[in-house]
């Protein structure tokens, strides 16, 4: 069963490292590489500019973790812990949105990142996800499981909205808040649908949109693209292995909570 | 009464209130009007009626994105309602390393839909794993045109689907399992009933609102297929581009100089009708939870 899911990953990364000289076409490949070597890695980067697609799709992931880190925060908090008019108007319109798959807005998502100069720009590709829906009801619900009687008691002491946030929000919503940036991180890097409408221009690509171009324009060698997808690939598997502890508590409790 | 000041908690909500003006309510606005207009990539954007639909009636390969839409899910359904379950009981058993397996399963989860795809794009392909070991076995004798056939293209995305969809619904089940209470198996197997039988009685019921969420969830998903089809089948859609999915088209007809904005906007209301059967259920599920 693990085998099954783990062993396409190594296979790909065991032809990444073959050399030109062994044949992976053959009936019986070995796993190993005869001569394990980084020169496909090397001449993936002259045939497309992968590192610089990398260094693309780390600009849009940056852009959307933040956003959703802060945005989502700040309005979770504001819709859980203080009262105002039109909060109500307001949460219903943000579960609303959850109904909608994505694809269906997708082309006058478009039409308005065009409208805005942003089409064929790293900046375009970001902005609609910096600040997801989705990620302001769970930073909401996350709010909320904090008891009642610690705000009580911060009011009474004459804490500001602010403090409020900083010192009984923040430490309280730290598991919900790593889900939360962790997805975020790995949607923006994944993400190929909306880069691949929005970027035109080979030179802007992010690193799904460059591995397809690479694949469609150069397919000849599969060790290439064997390297170019351990490129996009290991990033993430390392990310999430160091941070999958948070991550598998953060689900856990949102389970527990929500 | 508050205390804060009045202001305090818009401009807290100021940030995604515009997101979601802009880049949700603007957006959904936007598709109804685009769709009856000849909106182009390139200028166009009169009022056309209902004439894209018109053209939606006669549109071969949406008929046959629709087809593929409906395999697509009917294939998908029973397999990622169910084997996640049984993954999830397997590995919800406190045995050392579990940490290591749910990592191990979650890693397709994480990897893009393209880097997915293009690694069994090479096991796959004429001349990859699959096909060189079948034959070097002699089960086959030439190579089977799971890339390049018009209906095996469509199962090995499936597949690929399934096999990356494991791993997130399988931690939406471990977190259900959690709260299926110990002592009910307990009791069945004092009372002499099997695994399988304890699983039908015991398992079931008690997942049986997340299985119907996640039935729900994965139906919509299946509706919604793009990376694989595309990245599979070179962008090209397969054979005679019958391979489409229903966002493919979207995609295909939202760029470039034979793009049609209008169209995909038309086509991206088709998309919605499809899908709201499944998020009808959901938001039915939702109400009778709370």
């Given at each position: 069963?693990?085998a099954?899911?783990v062993?396409p990953?190594?296979?790909q990364?065991s032809t990444s490292?073959?050399?030109v000289?062994?044949d992976?076409?053959t009936?019986?490949?070995s796993?190993?590489p005869e001569?394990?070597t980084?020169?496909?890695?090397?001449?993936?980067?002259?045939t497309?500019?992968?590192?610089s697609?990398a260094?693309?799709?780390l600009?849009?992931?940056?852009?959307?973790?933040a956003g959703?880190?802060?945005g989502?925060?700040?309005?979770?908090f504001a819709?859980?812990?203080?009262?105002f008019?039109?909060?109500?108007?307001?949460?219903?319109?943000?579960?609303a949105?959850l109904?909608?798959?994505?694809?269906?807005?997708i082309?006058?998502q478009?039409?308005?990142?065009?409208?805005?100069g942003?089409?064929?720009?790293l900046?375009?590709?970001?902005?609609?996800g910096?600040?997801?829906?989705?990620?302001?009801?769970l930073?909401r619900?996350a709010?909320?499981a904090?008891?009642?009687e610690?705000?009580?008691?911060?009011?009474i002491?004459?804490?500001t909205?602010?403090q409020?946030?900083?010192?009984?929000g923040l430490?309280?919503?730290?598991?919900?808040?790593s889900?939360?940036?962790?997805?975020?991180?790995i949607g923006a890097w994944?993400?190929?649908?909306?880069?691949?409408?929005?970027?035109?221009?080979?030179a802007?690509?992010t690193?799904?949109?460059?591995?397809?171009?690479?694949?469609g324009t150069f397919?000849?060698?599969?060790?290439?693209?064997?390297?170019?997808t351990?490129?996009s690939?290991?990033p993430?598997?390392i990310?999430f292995?160091?941070?999958?502890?948070f991550?598998?508590?953060?689900?856990?409790?949102g389970?527990?909570k929500? | 009464m508050?205390h804060?000041?009045w202001f305090?908690?818009w401009?807290?909500?100021?940030p995604?209130a515009?997101w979601?003006?802009v880049?949700s309510?603007?957006?959904?606005?936007?598709?109804?009007?685009l769709?009856f207009?000849?909106?182009?990539?390139?200028?166009?954007?009169?009022?056309?009626?209902?004439?894209n639909f018109g053209?939606?009636l006669d549109?071969?390969q949406?008929?046959?994105?629709l087809?593929n839409s409906?395999?697509?899910?009917?294939?998908?359904?029973?397999?990622?309602t169910?084997l996640?379950?049984l993954i999830a009981i397997?590995v919800?058993k406190?045995l050392?390393?579990?940490?290591?397996?749910r990592?191990?399963?979650y890693?397709p989860?994480?990897a893009?839909?393209v880097v997915?795809?293009?690694?069994?794009?090479?096991?796959?392909?004429d001349?990859?794993?699959?096909?060189?070991?079948?034959?070097?076995l002699?089960?086959i004798?030439?190579?089977v045109?799971?890339l390049?056939d018009?209906?095996?293209l469509?199962?090995s995305?499936i597949s690929?689907?399934?096999?990356?969809g494991?791993?997130y619904?399988?931690i939406i089940y471990?977190s259900?399992l959690?709260?299926?209470?110990?002592?009910?198996?307990e009791?069945?197997?004092?009372d002499?009933a099997g695994p399988v039988?304890?699983?039908?009685s015991?398992?079931?019921p008690g997942?049986?609102?997340?299985?119907?969420l996640?039935s729900?969830?994965?139906s919509?998903?299946?509706?919604?297929?793009?990376s694989?089809l595309?990245v599979?089948?070179?962008?090209t859609?397969g054979?005679?581009g019958r391979?489409?999915?229903l966002v493919m088209l979207?995609?295909?007809y939202?760029r470039g100089f034979?793009?049609h904005?209008g169209y995909a906007?038309a086509?991206s209301l088709v998309l919605?009708v499809?899908?709201?059967g499944?998020?009808?259920?959901l938001?039915?599920?939702?109400?009778?939870?709370?």
């Open positions: 069963m693990l099954l899911t062993s990953f190594l296979w990364l490292l073959k050399s000289q062994e992976i076409y009936r019986t490949p796993f190993l001569q394990p980084l020169a496909n890695y090397a001449e993936v980067a002259e497309v500019p992968v590192w697609y260094a693309n799709s600009v849009v992931a940056a852009i959307v973790v959703n880190a802060v989502a925060t700040i309005a979770g819709l859980a812990k203080l009262r008019r039109g909060a109500k108007l307001l949460l219903g319109l943000f579960l949105t109904v909608l798959p994505g694809e269906v807005t082309v006058s478009y039409v308005t990142v065009r409208s805005l942003l089409a064929d720009t900046l375009g590709v970001a902005l609609p910096a600040i997801g829906m989705l990620n302001v009801l930073m619900t709010f909320q904090i008891p009642r610690m705000d009580e008691a911060a009011i002491d004459g804490a909205a602010w409020r946030l900083r010192h009984i430490p309280n919503v730290r598991g919900m808040l889900v939360v940036t962790i997805f975020a991180f994944d993400d190929f649908l909306w880069p691949l409408i929005v970027l035109t221009d080979p802007n690509y690193l799904t949109v460059g591995l397809q171009y690479l694949n397919s000849a060698n599969p060790r290439l693209i064997a390297a170019g351990m490129i690939f290991l993430i598997v990310v292995a160091a941070l999958q502890r991550f598998f508590k953060g689900v856990e409790e389970a527990i929500g | 508050t804060h000041r305090t908690p401009l807290l909500v100021a995604a515009v979601l003006c880049f309510v603007f957006p959904s606005i936007n598709t109804l009007v769709a207009t000849n909106a182009k990539p390139l200028g166009g954007g009169h009022f056309t009626g209902l004439a053209r939606a549109d071969d949406l008929a046959d994105a087809v409906i395999v697509y899910m009917l294939v998908c359904l029973p397999l990622l169910l996640p379950l397997l919800e406190k050392p390393g579990i940490m290591f397996f990592t191990a399963f890693t989860v994480v893009s839909a997915v795809a293009l690694i069994w794009g090479w096991l796959l392909d001349r990859g794993l699959v096909n060189g070991f079948a034959q070097w002699g089960v004798a030439a190579p045109p799971f390049t018009r209906w095996l469509l199962f995305a690929l689907t399934i096999w990356k494991l791993g619904y399988m471990l259900a959690g709260n299926v209470r110990r002592e009910l198996h009791a069945a197997a004092v002499g039988r304890r699983f039908w015991v398992t079931v997942v049986r609102n997340t299985m119907l996640i729900v969830l994965v919509v998903s299946a509706l919604r297929v793009f694989e595309y599979l089948s070179n962008g859609g054979p005679g391979d489409m999915s979207i995609q295909l939202s034979t793009g904005l906007s086509l919605l499809v899908t709201i499944p998020m009808l259920l938001l039915r599920l939702n109400r009778k939870a709370a």
